[in-house]
């Protein structure tokens, strides 16, 4: 080839390319290190993409038969008066463990309306809306429990979630969550054959 | 230069020629293909599929399933971050065996990716008083509290650093992944990482038929060879389909989050505005993204 005859062109040509190797180099290796620190512009981004998750919420967990619960209330005169419970309900009566000494069922449930749960300022409530009156106590769990943080979701990070009720994980007569039966610890080394 | 025509050229030249023969004689085209495969970084897209279509047939053909390879790439303007709640986890290692099943984890010789450390209260993050071999009847156990650890997919990963042929790399969403082709087996990534969070296969890995997954991603979940590293990747086989890791999915206390760093209305984001956050060796700089928190 003819250009090969420039032998003193040959340095400068390795000097410069040496120069943009080492630029390249450095040029490469900024975006990796200023990743973390670059997250407010990709705010904006994702705001603008108008990222959006549905909240599909699951029916609560009634007993089998218990509900609605005016089957069985309808013709019975609501007594209001705190009580241990018999027959009816006893299993209830006997675990419940949710403030004991100062709460009782008339507390959560409507006295006149079954099927329905009440808030404290007497509005009445769906079972589906029962996080609302967990929340009336427990309002930083349910501050977190929207926004995903208590509480386990399910389905996509990018999108349709399902959420699980205050229920579904804690019993609302006895909410302490229930000891676990551990899945089996990992091989000891010195088991291994 | 002088040609040289001796006694021990033709020797060495005869026995390269017969040698390099053999080795050729016993595999077929694929086996070839295979053995000249480049890494997996340097491939073009019809490169890759035509990979990962080579390995849904062989595990097809080794397992008698339909398999499904992936080979989907990052998503744009996506991070991952992991958060897990220490003041939840009660040690239930339900997430243990969730990713043993989804990640198709060898049974024997075992690997688990994640090791939950039974920790003292008294105390706190503490090692070397630590243990994964805790079997009571119930968990949690009084006076104790519960580490989960995977990789900790940092964003400064030493184990990158080391790997003598860059068979493992930090993908564009933050996801530290290995290619197991590529993998020769020196484990210094495993003498590098702090969290103990690679595992060698120093047995054939074996995982039941009616158990494996068929559900792959080519840096992930895929079946591994004896002699490679494996480690956690956050699923990537779900999460690059929008999917939730997992042990975020079977945990039954709801401890563990997972999210887009990059989006100001994830969980993991409100969490590291939100809560008391800490990373485990966070002296060494390795910048991990998951972070431990407290949500009570």
């Known amino acids: 080839m003819k250009h090969r005859k420039n032998v003193p062109i040959k340095l400068s040509d390795l000097v410069l390319a040496f120069s943009i190797v080492l630029l390249v180099g450095c040029h490469q290796k900024e975006p990796e290190n200023t990743k973390l620190f670059q997250i407010s512009e990709v ?45 009816m309900h006893d299993d209830i009566s006997a675990m419940f ?4 000494e100062n709460r ?24 589906k809306e029962s996080y609302k009156l967990c929340g009336q106590c427990h309002g930083e769990k349910l501050r977190d429990w929207k926004v995903g943080v208590h509480g386990k979701r399910t389905g996509m990070w990018n999108g349709k979630k399902q959420y699980m009720l205050c229920v579904h994980c804690h019993n609302p007569h006895s909410p302490k969550f229930k000891e676990l039966t551990p899945e089996p610890p990992p091989i000891r080394q010195e088991d291994i054959n | 230069m002088k040609k040289e025509n001796s006694r021990r050229s033709f020797f060495k030249n005869i026995s390269l020629a017969t040698f390099s023969a053999l080795a050729l004689s016993g595999c077929d085209m694929k086996a070839l293909d295979q053995f000249l ?28 399933k339909e398999f499904h390879v992936s080979d989907d790439s990052a998503m744009e303007g996506v991070l991952f971050g992991y958060g897990l709640d220490l003041s939840r986890c009660i040690g239930c290692r339900k997430c243990v065996y969730a990713c043993v099943g989804e ?11 994640i090791q939950v450390l039974q920790m003292e209260k008294e105390k706190g993050i503490d090692f070397a008083h630590s243990t994964v071999h805790y079997n009571p009847e119930k968990v949690p156990e009084k006076g104790h509290f519960y580490v989960p650890i995977a990789c900790q997919q940092c964003e400064n990963p030493p184990c990158v650093k080391v790997c003598p042929v860059k ?50 991603h080519y840096l992930g979940n ?28 079977v945990c039954p206390v709801g401890a563990r989050k997972f999210g887009n760093l990059l989006d100001p209305e994830s969980e993991v984001r409100y969490i590291l505005e939100n809560k008391r956050v800490l990373v485990l060796k966070q002296e060494l700089n390795t910048q991990p993204k998951f972070y431990y928190f407290f949500g009570i």
């Open chain 2, 103 to 113: 990640n198709n984890q060898s049974r024997e010789p075992q690997i688990h990716w």
């Open chain 2, 37 to 64: 495969q480049q890494n997996f970084r340097t491939l073009s897209k019809k490169e890759k599929d035509d990979i990962v279509k080579n390995l849904e047939a062989k595990y097809k053909e080794t397992y008698g």
């Open chain 1, 97 to 100: 463990d949710h403030d004991k």
């Open chain 1, 104 to 127: 009782w069922c008339t507390d959560c449930h409507d006295l006149k309306n079954r099927d329905f749960l009440k808030l404290a300022s007497g509005k009445l409530l769906d079972f």
């Open chain 1, 43 to 87: 705010k904006e981004a994702a705001i603008k993409k108008g990222e959006t998750s549905e909240n599909a919420i699951e029916l609560p967990p009634f007993s089998d038969g218990i509900y609605p619960c005016s089957d069985c209330h309808k013709d019975m005169v609501p007594n209001p008066v705190k009580r241990e419970l018999v027959d």
């Open chain 2, 167 to 216: 068979a493992t790399w930090k993908e564009p969403d933050g996801v530290v992944v290995v290619d197991y082709n590529w993998c020769i087996g020196c484990r210094y990534c495993m003498a590098a990482c702090p969290y103990g969070a690679r595992h060698f296969n120093w047995g054939k890995p074996s995982i039941p038929v009616e158990e494996i997954n068929t559900d792959m």
């Open chain 2, 222 to 249: 895929r079946p591994r060879m004896k002699g490679v590293v494996e480690k956690c990747t956050f699923c990537i086989q779900r999460v690059r389909q929008g999917k939730y890791p997992a042990c975020v999915e």
